[in-house]
């Protein structure tokens, strides 16, 4: 490759000592360089933070180790700390249960963006570490493209992904209230209203080490407040968000009576939601109707449709 830019990797972790050295070991060995590592210890109580300093102290070469200690757990927020401080052209964030698949797996992120300008986000297939089976939670898409430029996709997915520094810096961060869920989507949506393309390549793949039968984060305390937040934010107008709203209550709805969500939960963070909307109403950022609109045929039900599936499936099991 011969235009090598810095490529900075942000990670997070707290209190998994085994899979954040099993992480910096695969980090290690990928052939890209140069490369800037930028752990954040979210106040592990576990001693991961004075073993990591141990480790791996901050040192000058092809790949340098810097280790951002929080003072209490922020959540998924403090991957800001990380984004924020690096210094890459490309930015990669990988969850402490993330691991690249291949040693060139930066490789083939930074080919995707060195091939399109106007690409701001690399979504990465997920795939289930105990199973091998792609994840449920891999980036969501539209199957019109080709494993080259990628699919139209709404967001990323954080286990493992990359971010194009210029369209982070230009969109933002991540939302400071928001605690476990939605970063994601949350920061592609303002990524798109300026402009960028967020595509998914199926072909670049992260392996996920959490168990494949493990709860569904969206439909925690934190993934059901934050999506509210996520509406509130970022909803073009209030016609909108009275629907959009409505519609995620006739979701949660459903979710409770086939089993998948708990009644008294999702009460509890409806009401902490609204007690909360201050936080999204202070910080709001309307996007256009046009984003709204392609996120939602996106994500919406013409997607789900069984002739969409099946296209995306091939995509993902090709």
Not at 107 to 133: E, H, W, Y
Not at 156 to 164: D, L, M, Q
Not at 242 to 264: N, Q
């Amino acid at each position: 490759m011969a235009n090598t830019p810095l490529v900075s990797i942000v990670t997070l972790t707290r209190n998994r000592r085994e899979q954040i050295i099993r992480l910096m070991q695969a980090l290690h060995k990928q052939s890209y360089r140069p490369l800037e590592i930028i752990l954040i210890d979210n106040a592990s109580s576990d001693g991961t933070g004075a073993f990591l300093r141990q480790q791996y102290p901050t040192a000058e070469s092809a790949v340098s180790v810097r280790l951002l200690s929080m003072p209490d757990n922020q959540g998924m927020v403090a991957y800001n700390a990380g984004l924020q401080a690096a210094q890459g052209e490309y930015i990669l964030v990988m969850d402490d249960d993330g691991l690249p698949v291949g040693e060139d797996w930066v490789a083939q992120v930074v080919s995707c963006f060195q091939a399109n300008p106007r690409l701001g986000v690399v979504g990465c297939k997920i795939r289930m570490l105990d199973t091998g089976k792609a994840a449920s939670d891999s980036p969501w898409f539209l199957p019109v493209g080709d494993p080259v430029t990628g699919y139209p996709s709404a967001a990323y997915n954080g286990t493992g992904a990359g971010i194009r520094a210029k369209a982070l810096h230009e969109a933002g961060y991540y939302p400071a209230y928001f605690f476990m869920s939605w970063f994601e989507l949350h920061l592609c949506t303002r990524i798109l209203e300026a402009g960028w393309e967020v595509r998914y390549f199926p072909r670049i793949q992260v392996w996920h080490d959490r168990p494949s039968n493990a709860v569904n984060r969206l439909m925690t305390y934190d993934g059901i407040r934050d999506y509210y937040w996520y509406l509130w934010s970022l909803c073009p107008g209030p016609v909108q968000a009275t629907l959009d709203t409505l519609h995620y209550m006739g979701i949660i709805s459903k979710r409770i009576l086939t089993g998948e969500a708990s009644a008294s939960l999702a009460l509890r963070a409806t009401r902490d939601a609204f007690l909360g909307a201050r936080h999204a109403l202070r910080s709001r950022q309307p996007v256009s109707a046009n984003v709204w609109s392609y996120l939602r045929d996106i994500r919406g039900r013409r997607n789900k449709s069984p002739a969409m599936v099946q296209a995306r499936e091939a995509i993902n099991n090709a």
